[in-house]
């Protein structure tokens, strides 16, 4: 079989991001030609050198189309139409697939995998990784009433016209299902997380990393991810700069960058050593970093479209064994309390995080507990390799069935 994959941002573990498609593209490619339509934006982010660019078996295709996270809204809309525009023409120049799998974000990405699709004549399957229009329209990118319309019924029309819907969380499911789409053509699947990668840090390379970085004595506190604008970190850095004034035990790390990079470095000036800007790390080091802290932060904006996402970092923490406070009212805080895995504060409030966050690190009988549950759940949910197979049965569904 013989699938085309219509992603705008490809990413290697060699990359600071979560790469969830290379792990699952590596379990497919092993059974299925797999054409990968990306962009190049990620290579030069590249920290290590030990993975290749794509899985062995894909085959490659790239668009020259920049992106950065600190592009405004304007210059991302062009880079999300200078995609979709080369990824039609592409797609239709390729040898015929035999399905199509576009995933969003952005939505465009989405519209050329529908459009190729139909080139062909083929089923598409739609994989929702955000909300979109609903994600920029919150977050206030989308200025004009009638884009507003004309995204929504775009968004509309995707779902229809596709075979089958992969959104990331049960909430983007019951999204989906109350525009009216049957869930009988929806199936949830979980961002994940790479297990094996989990397993790397061992607790002496974890003990090295601890005396590398002088925090033996230190409790620490981490934020691991996207400094974006969605991540709250106004919030995330007040509460780390309250914690650590009231907790001289606590060292809180950031590890990332984006947007809100130069307030946590002036944070960071403010409080040395006691926050640290930590920066981007390669997705096959990020793992040690997470088993370093006794508490990991999985902060967002309080929007209700932002309670549905499927963030990578709370897989990863969990994997590792170390618990987690959520800020959104969504399925991941009804997951880390029906699991025992972690706690909630609300989103936008500094102190009531601060204070959380500093009631975990007074009980840390209690905090190891919980992160051994969600270490448990981990295993039995959360891999990445199982979860690869459940897409390509999707796909060889859609197939068969169309």
């Not at 002496?204 to 991540?231: H, P, S």
């Not at 035990?249 to 002036?266: K, P, Q, R």
Request: hydrophobic share 50%; glycine share 6%; aromatic share 10%.
């Amino acid at each position: 079989m013989h699938i085309a994959v219509f992603s705008q941002y490809h990413t290697s573990p060699d990359c600071p991001a979560t790469s969830r498609h290379y792990t699952l593209l590596t379990e497919i490619a092993k059974h299925h030609r797999v054409t990968l339509f990306t962009t190049p934006a990620w290579r030069p982010q590249r920290l290590t050198h030990e993975w290749p660019w794509v899985p062995l078996g894909v085959e490659l295709c790239e668009a020259r189309v920049p992106y950065q996270n600190t592009m405004g809204p304007a210059r991302r809309a062009l880079a999300f139409a200078q995609y979709a525009a080369w990824a039609v023409r592409a797609g239709r120049r390729m040898a015929r697939p035999d399905v199509v799998w576009g995933i969003s974000t952005p939505l465009t990405a989405a519209w050329a995998a529908a459009r190729v699709a139909q080139h062909w004549q083929v089923p598409w399957v739609f994989e929702v990784q955000d909300l979109w229009p609903s994600f920029p329209v919150a977050m206030g990118a989308v200025p004009t009433a009638l884009a507003r319309r004309q995204l929504f019924a775009l968004e509309k029309r995707l779902y229809n016209s596709a075979a089958h819907i992969v959104p990331l969380s049960p909430d983007m499911s019951r999204y989906i299902t109350a525009l009216g789409i049957s869930p009988a053509k929806i199936t949830t699947l979980l961002n994940g997380t790479d297990l094996d990668l989990a397993a790397c840090p061992t607790p002496l390379l974890v003990a090295e990393l601890r005396r590398a970085q002088g925090l033996e004595n230190q409790q620490v506190v981490l934020y691991a991810g996207t400094f974006g604008r969605a991540n709250d970190l106004p919030t995330v850095v007040a509460a780390a700069e309250a914690l650590v004034a009231a907790n001289p035990a606590a060292t809180f790390l950031f590890l990332g960058h984006g947007f809100f990079e130069a307030l946590v470095a002036a944070a960071a000036a403010r409080w040395p050593g006691r926050i640290r800007l930590v920066g981007g790390q390669p997705r096959h080091a990020v793992f040690s970093w997470f088993a370093l802290a006794d508490v990991a932060v999985v902060s967002f904006l309080g929007l209700p479209v932002l309670d549905a996402n499927s963030p990578a970092k709370l897989y990863d923490a969990l994997a590792v064994g170390t618990p987690v406070v959520v800020t959104n009212k969504g399925w991941t805080k009804a997951l880390v309390e029906q699991y025992g895995c972690g706690w909630y504060a609300p989103a936008g409030d500094a102190a009531a995080l601060a204070a959380r966050l500093q009631a975990v690190l007074a009980d840390p009988v209690a905090a190891a507990e919980a992160g051994k549950r969600g270490q448990t759940l981990a295993r039995a949910e959360f891999d990445r390799r199982l979860l690869a197979q459940r897409m390509q049965r999707i796909l060889e569904g859609v197939l068969f069935t169309n």
